[in-house]
């Protein structure tokens, strides 16, 4: 995957690849679009806004090496979903069970802010995620994402509801279309959201367990 559709987000990429944190001075930034991560078949979905510039844009790896995916992780691994619980490199032996996350944008925009323009040249590869998993459930983090995939879902062929269905942190919407598919949102792993409490791990595992759950997966945490 190496998409240079973008100018904004190529040059943004590669400058920060180039200057780095000073904490990690001495690695090799990634520096490219970051693509998504988990098994082909995965039943469910995890859908986040974009890479951190010093995380996935620094490690190759969806939400790893920030604070977001230590959160993030943390949770999947509680309900049964991860190996382990945290995710620091692309070589630290993760695995995850029957999920695959993913972003509608690949690569690491400035102030994690991508525009509406770069969501929308980006989805092709969110369309081309789904035609392969033909995934029975999605946790969307974040009203970004929820706005981002509804337009996919619906051009995938599941019949998304007018007016559409509203973001908001435990909605669960059921769609039809290919097969049953449970739409799940929770609030983004930010830490603007985790630092505040506005997410709690505890939220965050209720949501992903419920979706393990419509999507026929093992979550053994009760």
């Known amino acids: ?8 987000l190529v040059d943004w990429r590669e400058a920060v690849a180039r200057e780095k944190r000073a904490a990690y001075r001495d690695e090799e930034y990634w520096g490219r679009p970051v693509p998504g991560i988990g098994p082909a078949d995965a039943r ?3 859908v986040g806004l974009a890479p951190a510039a010093h995380g996935g844009n620094r490690t190759g790896r969806m939400f790893t090496g920030d604070r977001s995916g230590d959160v ?3 949770a999947l691994h509680a309900v049964g979903l991860t ?3 945290t995710a620091v490199h692309r070589d630290d032996g993760l695995e995850l069970y029957g999920v695959r996350i993913t972003a509608p944008v690949h690569c690491a925009p400035p102030e994690n802010k991508p525009t509406p323009a770069e969501r929308d040249t980006c989805a092709a590869w969110l ?3 789904l035609a392969l998993l033909a995934p029975r459930a999605v946790v969307v983090l974040g009203a970004f994402g929820w706005q981002a995939l509804l337009p996919v879902l619906a051009g995938a062929g599941w019949t998304v509801p007018r007016p559409r269905p509203r973001f908001g942190h435990g909605a669960h919407v059921e769609l039809a279309g290919p097969g049953p598919l449970h739409l799940f949102g929770s609030y983004h792993v930010s830490q603007q959201n985790t630092f505040t409490g506005r997410l709690t791990p505890a939220m965050l595992e209720d949501v992903l367990r419920a ?3 419509a999507a026929g997966l093992y979550a053994p945490t009760t």
């Open 83 to 85: 190996n382990q619980p």
């Open 44 to 46: 469910l979905l995890v």
């Open 1 to 8: 995957m190496d998409c240079r559709a973008c100018p904004r």
């Open 72 to 74: 993030l992780f943390a």
């Open 127 to 129: 369309r081309a995620e």
């Open 211 to 213: 979706a393990a759950t």
